[in-house]
């Protein structure tokens, strides 16, 4: 099994910033791509960024040039950097990781809430 935590989430006025990260654990040879997704009240889990262990990123398009994912592999942790927040950015967020090929099998942290105040 893979376990996923969490941290970073909080309360931040629009134009702010929040950094969160999720480190991995357990049997990480399960995984090689890492990210995020979001859920807002009412609506459908999104895709909001994710990287490879070689380091390729791919991001929403409501996201693009705002926020920044990255990883440590030594410390098996993703992070993802989100400036300029908008109060459309307010949701729970949730670390994800698969491994790329073959049937995918998705890991799933326990979510963190970023609140975005107008």
């Known amino acids: 099994q893979v376990q996923l935590v969490e941290s970073g989430g909080g309360l931040v006025q629009a134009g702010g910033s929040l950094r969160l990260s999720c480190a991995a654990s357990?049997?990480?040879?399960?995984?090689?791509?890492m990210g995020w997704y979001r859920q807002a009240p009412g609506k459908q889990r999104e895709f909001v960024a994710s990287?490879?262990?070689?380091?390729?990123?791919n991001y929403a398009d409501s996201v693009k040039g705002r926020f920044t994912i990255s990883r440590d592999n030594a410390k098996n942790t993703v992070y993802l950097q989100m400036n300029s927040l908008k109060p459309e950015d307010t949701a729970v967020y949730y670390c994800?990781?698969?491994?790329?090929?073959?049937?995918?099998?998705?890991?799933w942290g326990q979510g963190t809430q970023v609140t975005v105040s107008s």
């Open positions: 994800n990781a698969y491994r790329d090929g073959g049937i995918r099998i998705n890991y």
């Open positions: 357990g049997i990480i040879f399960r995984i090689n791509v």
């Open positions: 990287i490879t262990s070689a380091g390729l990123t």
